[in-house]
């Protein structure tokens, strides 16, 4: 991922955003902010025909130096894209990358009623850590987030 797919990808969020299932986000940053919050080797695009499908990208969970190999996944596909396995692709790869970069777990945040996304998880090794209860809003109205977690068979092993 680049900064000039900040357009495309911010529509795709945008459109994550407006599920209301996808993020506590309400708003979309600006590339500036979106990139400080994100690490700089974990950003990937699904891209077809010059048209992005998806993306993900990793964030650092604490600034603390203990938690420096310990990642939050967003994942992102196009509404037009979904169901056709660039999900999928898109965390096979970062779970890839994120090895490369030297990241031991992997950590996501899910709404309950995001079905697809727990599935995606469970589909690429995530196992279901538990529940965090009323741990934000959305429009006023408190959410659940679910904890999935995955730890890299490579890196930081026993």
Same mark, same amino acid.
Request: proline share 2%; glycine share 10%; net charge positive.
């Given at each position: ?21 996808a993020t ?18 974990c950003r ?25 190999? &310990? ?10 894209? /979904?169901?056709?396995? &660039?999900? @999928? ?37 995530? @196992?279901?850590?538990? /529940? @965090? ?16 977690? /995955? @730890? ?7």
């Amino acid at each position: 991922m680049k900064a000039s797919d900040w357009k495309q990808v911010s529509q795709i969020y945008e459109q994550g955003i407006a599920t209301g299932l996808a993020t506590f986000e309400q708003q979309i940053p600006s590339y500036e902010s979106w990139d400080n919050a994100h690490v700089k080797e974990c950003r990937i695009i699904a891209i077809s025909s010059a048209k992005i499908l998806g993306w993900a990208a990793l964030s650092p969970v604490s600034s603390r130096c203990v938690y420096g190999g &310990v990642g939050e996944v967003s994942v992102y596909v196009a509404s037009n894209s /979904k169901g056709k396995g &660039v999900g @999928r692709l898109l965390l096979e790869q970062l779970i890839s990358e994120s090895e490369t970069a030297g990241f031991w777990t992997l950590q996501s945040g899910i709404f309950p009623d995001n079905e697809s996304s727990i599935a995606l998880h469970k589909k690429t090794g995530f @196992r279901y850590i538990g /529940k @965090r209860e009323r741990i934000g809003k959305i429009n006023g109205e408190w959410k659940d987030n679910l904890l999935f977690e /995955k @730890r890299s068979e490579v890196v930081g092993t026993y």
